[in-house]
């Protein structure tokens, strides 16, 4: 589920100037892979450039942007080693409270 407020703040961010409008079509593009049991979003930078018709570098400073104004992060699964990214629970969340709670853990745990 998307946030309504959170998505405004991004938009915001753009009037500022601290987002770009090609970075919201990212974050539209990768909630649009967000797997809905485990919020994980397995899409590498290069699938998401094609995907969008983006210079894979536009795409990748779009992702580095996000990742700055808290939106986006990027982990690497314990248990297989593949890197994969992550949405701020507050801007799109999937599943249950508990699971909720989770992910925002790893969110904010891959922060520090």
């Given at each position: 589920?998307?946030?309504?407020?959170?998505?405004?703040?991004?938009?915001?961010?753009?009037?500022?100037?601290?987002?770009?409008?090609?970075?919201?079509?990212?974050?539209?593009?990768?909630?649009?892979?967000?797997?809905?049991?485990?919020?994980?979003?397995?899409?590498?930078?290069?699938?998401?450039?094609?995907?969008?018709?983006?210079?894979?570098?536009?795409?990748?400073?779009?992702?580095?942007?996000?990742?700055?104004?808290?939106?986006?992060?990027r982990l690497v699964d314990?248990?297989s080693g593949?890197?994969?990214?992550?949405?701020?629970?507050?801007?799109?969340?999937?599943?249950?409270?508990?699971?909720?709670?989770?992910?925002?853990?790893?969110?904010?745990?891959?922060?520090?």
């Open positions: 589920m998307a946030h309504f407020e959170e998505l405004e703040r991004c938009v915001s961010l753009v009037g500022e100037r601290k987002l770009q409008p090609r970075d919201m079509a990212v974050l539209v593009a990768l909630m649009s892979h967000i797997n809905p049991v485990t919020g994980k979003v397995e899409v590498t930078a290069k699938k998401l450039a094609e995907g969008l018709a983006m210079a894979y570098t536009d795409t990748v400073g779009s992702i580095t942007r996000l990742r700055k104004e808290l939106v986006v992060t314990d248990r593949v890197p994969y990214y992550l949405l701020n629970p507050h801007v799109v969340s999937v599943g249950t409270g508990k699971e909720r709670g989770y992910l925002w853990k790893r969110f904010s745990d891959s922060l520090n």
